[in-house]
């Protein structure tokens, strides 16, 4: 039996979500908490490596019961959450066919990365935003610039040097830049994200809404395919990944994206 989560977690406090030995991680709690429930050791793959101080409230995790192990759907809920510490939550449980894959079978991920641009800095959700506090933004231009990430690209430009995918190229589904209230939001949505890359965009579209670059700036970056030329990577308290799309035959639940304070 394959079973499906969905899963929210506070980043601040781990080192990404990839088990790594002698540091804390998301992956490492929730496989401790769902092998607690399934008596026996559980090894989970998830939709996306999120990074260091990077949060999920669309997450999306899969992992295999061992033969003989049954448990109603909700012990992998109710279950599982009493085993893991509070920046980690199980949202939905699914039984899911076995050729679904959290991974594979993803054919968009969306990203929102959060920025308090208030008069003065938030405190009470300090961790969850990255803080521009004082240097009012120009969002419309912001989203003017996000407007030329569409379309299957190279993102070279916005990669990590540390990335080891294969091929710079991604396909860029949507992306805007809105503001509520103090908050300004860049929601993006493609197939797939190199390392660093939603962090490497806000850096630069921040360019742009300091005055300091216009937004076609954005179409030159993609066209020197020069990492060196763009911006500062964003800091990674500001970033969420919010939702993972499947086809409907696996039958993974829709959830409001989040942070949901900011629908």
């Avoid at 509070?86 to 050729?99: G, K, L, Q, S």
């Avoid at 710079?168 to 493609?190: C, K, M, Q, Y």
Wanted: hydrophobic share 40%.
């Amino acid at each position: 039996m394959r079973i499906a989560l969905g899963v929210e977690y506070d980043g601040s406090a781990y080192q990404g979500f990839q088990l790594q030995e002698g540091v804390p991680s998301i992956q490492g709690c929730l496989e401790e908490a769902v092998s607690s429930i399934a008596a026996a050791g559980i090894r989970l793959i998830c939709a996306g490596r999120t990074d260091t101080g990077v949060h999920a409230t669309g997450q999306v995790v899969h992992f295999d019961c061992p033969e003989g192990t049954t448990r109603p759907l909700h012990a992998w809920i109710r279950g599982v959450n009493t085993k893991l510490p509070p920046d980690i939550a199980v949202r939905w449980a699914r039984e899911v066919p076995e050729d679904f894959h959290a991974r594979f079978s993803a054919f968009e991920r969306i990203y929102r990365y959060i920025i308090w641009n208030g008069p003065a800095r938030c405190a009470v959700m300090s961790r969850g935003v990255s803080d521009y506090s004082g240097r009012p933004l120009d969002h419309e231009a912001m989203d003017q610039g996000a407007a030329f990430l569409l379309g299957e690209r190279d993102f070279t430009s916005f990669r990590s040097s540390q990335c080891q995918s294969r091929s710079p190229f991604r396909n860029v589904h949507s992306a805007r830049v809105i503001r509520r209230g103090d908050f300004v939001i860049l929601e993006i949505a493609a197939n797939a994200f190199l390392h660093h890359m939603v962090r490497n965009i806000a850096g630069s579209l921040l360019e742009v809404g300091l005055g300091r670059k216009e937004p076609a700036w954005i179409q030159e970056l993609l066209e020197i395919r020069d990492r060196n030329q763009a911006g500062p990577t964003g800091l990674p308290g500001g970033l969420y990944l919010v939702h993972v799309s499947y086809p409907d035959r696996f039958g993974i639940p829709e959830v409001p994206l989040g942070p949901l304070w900011l629908e």
